[in-house]
């Protein structure tokens, strides 16, 4: 890759908005992957007039490379598993990772559910957003969690993704969009001229915001 495709993830937000303009949803609810996601989604919901609400998942990483994701879980007790890479580790390892991560979801979800509770999406169009993704794990565990909710179509969204994790995903979601999907990737942040850390605080400002836009 020469050269990064985003500014930031607002600039990455404004311009995935564009591309799901032309697009027909029921009652959409666009649903961000925190925190990176949420500046994202937050530009996405915000040109589409549709309801911002997070979606809890983690990662499950392999216990000696870390950013290698056997795995994924989710709110409402999903998981998710890559098999092809989870039948190389010891089950009870696995489960280890997953209780740790499911513990970071608890935390997340008494800090985020306090400022925005849970949305109903029964009947409703999903519309997932992340910054981006590599392989797809965590994106495909908020696709169990917002069809266990009940969502009607699910929609991903990412700014970049490699080719084959979009193909991947869309065997499972109703629909993918990808603004940039090369084949050879390195990592989500080497597309981005800005991409620090979305801390706790900056995600709790773009939630209490939305509600506010949204009123009683």
Same mark, same amino acid.
């Given at each position: 890759?020469?050269?990064?495709?985003?500014?930031?993830?607002?600039?990455?937000?404004?311009?995935?908005?564009?591309?799901?303009?032309?697009?027909?949803?029921?009652?959409?609810?666009?649903?961000?992957?925190?925190?990176?996601?949420?500046? =994202?989604?937050?530009?996405? &919901?915000?040109?589409?007039?549709?309801?911002?609400?997070?979606?809890?998942?983690?990662?499950?990483?392999?216990?000696? /490379?870390?950013?290698?994701?056997?795995?994924?879980? %989710?709110?409402?007790?999903?998981?998710?598993?890559?098999?092809?890479?989870?039948?190389?580790?010891?089950?009870?390892?696995?489960?280890?990772?997953?209780?740790?991560?499911? #513990?970071?979801?608890?935390?997340?979800?008494? =800090?985020?559910?306090?400022?925005?509770?849970?949305?109903?999406?029964?009947?409703?169009?999903?519309?997932?957003?992340?910054?981006?993704?590599?392989?797809?794990?965590?994106?495909?565990?908020?696709?169990?969690?917002?069809?266990?909710? %009940?969502?009607?179509?699910?929609? =991903?969204?990412?700014?970049? &993704?490699?080719? /084959?994790?979009?193909?991947?995903?869309?065997?499972?979601?109703? %629909?993918?969009?990808?603004?940039?999907?090369?084949?050879?990737?390195?990592? =989500?942040?080497?597309?981005?001229?800005?991409?620090? /850390?979305?801390?706790?605080?900056?995600?709790?400002?773009?939630?209490?915001?939305? #509600? /506010?836009?949204?009123?009683?």
């Amino acid at each position: 890759m020469n050269g990064s495709v985003f500014r930031d993830r607002a600039d990455a937000g404004r311009r995935l908005a564009e591309a799901l303009r032309s697009r027909a949803f029921d009652r959409p609810v666009v649903l961000a992957l925190p925190r990176g996601g949420l500046p =994202v989604a937050d530009e996405v &919901a915000r040109a589409l007039g549709a309801e911002l609400d997070v979606l809890l998942v983690r990662k499950i990483g392999h216990p000696e /490379q870390p950013e290698l994701a056997l795995g994924a879980v %989710g709110e409402g007790g999903i998981l998710t598993l890559n098999e092809d890479l989870a039948g190389l580790v010891p089950r009870d390892r696995i489960d280890a990772i997953a209780r740790r991560e499911r #513990a970071e979801i608890a935390r997340r979800a008494s =800090v985020y559910r306090a400022v925005r509770p849970r949305a109903d999406l029964r009947g409703r169009d999903a519309i997932i957003i992340d910054d981006g993704a590599a392989t797809g794990a965590t994106v495909r565990a908020a696709i169990a969690v917002a069809r266990a909710a %009940g969502a009607g179509r699910v929609t =991903v969204a990412l700014p970049v &993704a490699p080719a /084959q994790t979009v193909r991947d995903l869309g065997h499972e979601a109703d %629909g993918v969009v990808c603004l940039s999907a090369p084949e050879s990737f390195g990592a =989500v942040g080497l597309f981005y001229d800005e991409f620090g /850390q979305v801390p706790d605080d900056e995600a709790l400002a773009i939630l209490r915001a939305t #509600a /506010q836009r949204a009123g009683p």
